[in-house]
């Protein structure tokens, strides 16, 4: 039998094959991750994230029902949360072999937007684990964008239910202009709206004064601040000067601010630690929870509350970061790309395929692992992670209050929030003065009137002063061609009997109107119409009769006007 080329070179693929899988017998292949982490820089490190990275790595590998034949290994770089090193990082990670199966990254949004944007070119889906711009959930911008991380939207949620259950009308916001802060805020807005809140928006880019004012003006009580923290401390500070704090203000915060953001370079304001203190107590901060609170088992077997202290454990130095918990998002994050990528790996087997054989140019591939994340769905460390359309739902919110305790100023856990169980409060949110707080200066109307007794009187002798007039006015028609009637003339008689009819009208209705009747009503308007109508024709016709005898009157000597005793 004669053999082609083509026969060796197909016998000679298959034997390398076999060749391959007897040398790698009981070993599993390795998958090849990315990373872009901010452990260094002035803006955050976020070290803790790619502890729980390799934690959660660590775990995944020890297990045999996930990813059996495979070890997930991970490149991380560090970002330093900035733009320019970010992107570097992103094409070294790229131009570096074997090809990256997914990217987990960035910490910071302002890198995670632009390497989602570019990373997407290489068809490379790019799992962030603790950015929140609420931008990134724009697919048609960032088409391979999956957030771990709660973005601000999920926020809004919350703060409408707690502003619905102390049934506040009058909100405001205070915005920093920047993108990560007003989509969140146009959000929350249009819902209050819906709920028919009035909103007082006080936006504002580099100076906060004016939006303060206008807030002022408006008489909010009730004001959610969005913005950086360090422009928060200008802001209390000004409010503070402007007398924006006491029992009637309740401030809403965000709850990932650090824990003593109110201290950090306060002597750059024009207030005092302790004017800050007045400031902050008693604010509300929500921020995503980094730990869930429920005593639910994750994917780890054990409660969030145990995995992290098994984390915690691991570590070399437990004490090199405050911000511990964030590790959760890192865990779980790479439990996320794992459980994608087994439920790729099995909808591959049946084509021939394998998660190995994804390169940049592989689109098909790049489509299982989209279906794939819209699958995930598990416990872990920060709560229930389930996957949909790029974004994690069902994140939890952390509702926290900062109160004075022995300590000074700590932030007292309150309560959670998410979409299946809803606003859930252990304890009860403290106001100063112990009354929960009016949104707006209550504007209430109270009519006072004179009491029943004065009232009746008045009427009764109203009603006898009717009659009496009406009595003269009827003897002056009658008795009209009388000498001593027609003398007297009986036309300014009459007229004036009329006028005090509608002068004695009067004081009725202003008894009633001060009594029961609306200052709008129409006896409101015929009082006024009554009194004024009646004062014209009663003291029109005295004084038209007077002139009358002074003018037919003849004039006399006042020397011949003689007294007589």
């Known amino acids: 039998m004669m053999f082609t080329i083509n026969n060796i070179m197909c016998l000679t693929h298959i034997l390398l094959k076999i060749y391959n899988i007897l040398c790698t017998s009981g070993e599993k292949s390795e998958v090849r991750l990315g990373g872009l982490i901010s452990m260094s820089g002035d803006v955050w490190s976020s070290k803790s994230v790619s502890d729980g990275v390799e934690f959660g790595l660590a775990e995944i590998n020890a297990r045999d029902d996930i990813l059996k034949d495979y070890n997930l290994v991970i490149d991380i770089r560090d970002s330093q949360c900035n733009v320019g090193i970010g992107m570097r990082q992103l094409i070294d990670l790229l131009n570096s072999q074997p090809p990256m199966t997914m990217l987990l990254g960035a910490s910071c949004s302002i890198v995670t937007q632009p390497t989602a944007q570019t990373s997407a070119n290489w068809n490379l889906i790019q799992v962030s684990p603790v950015s929140g711009s609420p931008a990134l959930i724009n697919r048609a911008q960032y088409p391979l964008h999956i957030g771990i991380y709660p973005t601000d939207l999920e926020l809004n949620q919350p703060r409408i239910n707690i502003i619905r259950k102390f049934k506040w009308k009058r909100v405001a916001t205070l915005v920093q202009l920047e993108e990560i802060f007003t989509l969140a805020d146009d959000q929350l807005v249009e819902s209050l709206e819906d709920d028919d809140v009035e909103v007082i928006r006080g936006n504002f880019k580099l100076d906060p004064t004016l939006a303060l004012q206008l807030v002022k003006k408006s008489d909010a009580r009730i004001i959610i601040l969005q913005m950086y923290q360090q422009v928060a401390r200008q802001v209390m500070c000004m409010a503070y000067y402007m007398g924006m704090y006491g029992a009637k203000y309740v401030y809403f915060v965000p709850g990932w601010w650090s824990n003593l953001w109110y201290t950090y370079n306060v002597d750059e304001t024009n207030c005092t630690i302790a004017m800050m203190y007045i400031m902050v107590n008693n604010s509300l901060a929500l921020s995503a929870s980094t730990l869930s609170p429920y005593p639910t088992i994750t994917i780890s077997g054990k409660d969030a509350s145990d995995t992290l202290k098994d984390f915690l454990t691991s570590l070399d130095d437990p004490t090199h970061t405050i911000d511990k918990e964030f590790a959760s998002f890192g865990y779980d994050s790479v439990w996320a790309i794992a459980f994608a990528l087994n439920i790729s790996e099995n909808i591959l087997k049946n084509e021939g395929k394998s998660i190995l054989d994804f390169n940049y140019d592989n689109q098909v591939i790049r ?187 003849p004039q006399g000597n006042e020397s011949s006007l003689k007294m007589q005793s």
Do not use: H
């Open 367 to 553: 489509d299982v692992f989209l279906v794939a994340m819209d699958m995930v769905d598990f416990e872990g460390m920060s709560g229930r992670c389930w996957l949909s359309q790029g974004q994690r739902r069902g994140g939890i919110t952390r509702i926290e209050q900062l109160l004075k305790t022995n300590d000074g100023l700590q932030k007292v856990f309150l309560g959670a929030y998410d979409e299946f169980r809803g606003l859930v409060l252990e304890r009860n949110i403290q106001f100063t003065g112990s009354k929960i707080p009016l949104d707006s200066m209550l504007e209430k109307i109270q009519q006072f009137g004179v009491p029943l007794w004065i009232f009746l009187v008045y009427t009764i002798l109203a009603t006898l002063g009717i009659a009496t007039s009406l009595s003269l006015f009827i003897l002056n028609f009658v008795y009209r061609n009388k000498k001593v009637i027609k003398l007297s003339s009986p036309t300014m008689n009459g007229f004036v009997a009329i006028g005090a009819i509608l002068c004695y009208i009067t004081i009725v209705l202003m008894g009633i109107t001060n009594r029961s009747v609306d200052t709008q009503s129409g006896i409101c308007c015929a009082q006024t119409f009554t009194l004024a109508l009646g004062f014209t024709i009663g003291y029109g016709a005295l004084f038209a009769k007077t002139w009358r005898i002074n003018g037919t009157t």
